[in-house]
């Protein structure tokens, strides 16, 4: 007799998730800087085993206070994704509910896990919307004139670099200090823009052959509106159009007037790509 068990996922199941995600065509998994199965060893990551085979999986880890992201989700052809999702996500409100509970959230881009999440009594009340810049912004003056300059990013920066992107991003966007350094780590191209006071705002950007993404750009609250993002931005087109991409992507929140208006400004238009974004608020369980 086969016996079937909902289980916390440990290193030692890498080669069998690993396994599970490559042959199911049905998986979610988060847009992050860490592969799914990096997260082994994490709380808050469950599978169903059935004997010797692991049937679906779910990775819902905390990286700041609060904020849990779904990561991964993924089942086998014979489970529906409704019953593989119940049976995982009963575990998973439940320990997260006694570990004092958290706002899960997931990027959604496929339909079927839309309507999963949906069944399950998560709500959206944004959307990521994708822009895209195609050449078409000239830089303008020094921004020294302004008061401050523009110089590569170094590690010793992301100390204050968090600082500045906690103040600058709700809670459901923050950054923690390891995924700062793994986005610098994968960067093609990061600045920070630094006055007398330090550093007042950053961009970090990846890319691909001729292609390249804004991964993330922040400015300081109080100064806002003093052309630092845009001053960001023209230095990041002088170094794109030196290195020969020929495109620019960038997403961000439909409710986030302040980056659509700035990226309005300096050429970026709308791909018409938009991918809902789902939250469940988990109560913590009264000691």
């Not at 950007?205 to 003093?226: D, K």
Request: charged fraction near 25%; glycine fraction near 6%; charge should be negative.
């Amino acid at each position: 007799m086969i016996t079937t068990q909902v289980r916390p996922a440990e290193p030692k199941d890498h080669k069998r998730l690993s396994d599970l995600i490559f042959l199911e065509t049905r998986s979610h998994r988060h847009l992050d800087w860490r592969s799914p199965l990096e997260w082994l060893g994490s709380e808050f990551f469950w599978m169903v085993e059935e004997g010797t085979r692991i049937t679906a999986a779910l990775a819902c880890p905390t990286e700041t206070d609060g904020i849990a992201w779904v990561r991964l989700f993924v089942h086998s052809g014979y489970w529906s994704a409704q019953d593989a999702w119940n049976v995982l996500w009963d575990t998973a409100k439940d320990e997260i509910a006694h570990a004092g509970g958290a706002k899960v959230a997931a990027i959604v881009q496929q339909s079927w896990f839309e309507k999963v999440l949906a069944a399950s009594g998560f709500e959206t009340r944004q959307r990521i919307v994708m822009l895209e810049w195609q050449g078409q912004y000239q830089p303008w003056a020094a921004p020294e004139a302004d008061g401050f300059h523009i110089r590569k990013m170094t590690e010793t920066d992301l100390p204050a670099v968090e600082i500045l992107d906690l103040e600058s991003f709700g809670p459901l966007w923050h950054n923690s200090l390891d995924t700062l350094k793994r986005a610098f780590a994968q960067s093609l191209f990061a600045t920070v823009a630094e006055n007398e006071d330090g550093i007042v705002g950053y961009q970090m950007t990846t890319g691909f052959a001729a292609r390249a993404h804004l991964a993330r750009l922040a400015v300081r609250t109080s100064m806002q509106g003093r052309g630092i993002g845009r001053a960001l931005l023209g230095d990041l087109f002088a170094m794109l159009k030196k290195d020969g991409f020929l495109k620019l992507t960038v997403n961000t929140q439909s409710d986030n007037e302040n980056s659509l208006s700035l990226y309005r400004k300096t050429g970026f238009i709308r791909t018409g790509e938009e991918y809902p974004v789902y939250t469940f608020d988990v109560p913590a369980v009264p000691n």
